[in-house]
């Protein structure tokens, strides 16, 4: 059984930093991607960042790109998403996913299981 724990959440000046934290169970890394997608309130879910081990490569929303960084741990099986500069607009639930595959892809498709979300707030 595939199960995700996303941790890290919370309030958070604009200009300030937070690091999100996936633990995965029962899924390896070098087989599928890891992604991580937020939904802001009133609005859908967006691919913000995924990883995969397979060939080390990374995908990044434009919205973010610069700013956050994605990373893993394969032998704890957890990835990370550390967030700098933070934006009023990056405010939203923020999720991790396993993909269907090794790829890292950007769509909700493209994802199988998905772990509860962690609330990231930014205030201006």
């Known amino acids: 059984e595939v199960q995700l724990q996303a941790s890290g959440g919370g309030l958070v000046q604009a200009g300030g930093s937070l690091g999100l934290s996936c633990a995965a169970s029962?899924?390896?890394?070098?087989?599928?991607?890891i992604g991580w997608f937020r939904q802001a309130p009133g609005k859908g879910r967006e691919g913000v960042s995924a990883?995969?081990?397979?060939?080390?490569?990374?995908y990044y929303a434009g919205s973010v790109k610069g700013r956050f960084t994605i990373s893993s741990d394969v032998v704890n099986n957890r990835v990370y998403l550390q967030m700098n500069s933070l934006k009023p607009e990056d405010t939203a639930v923020y999720y991790c996913?396993?993909?269907?595959?090794?790829?890292?892809?950007?769509?909700?498709?493209?994802?199988?299981?998905w772990g509860q979300g962690t609330q990231v707030t930014v205030s201006s």
């Open positions: 996913a396993v993909s269907r595959s090794s790829y890292p892809g950007r769509g909700l498709t493209d994802y199988r299981y």
């Open positions: 029962g899924v390896t890394f070098d087989r599928y991607a």
């Open positions: 990883i995969s081990d397979a060939d080390g490569s990374r």
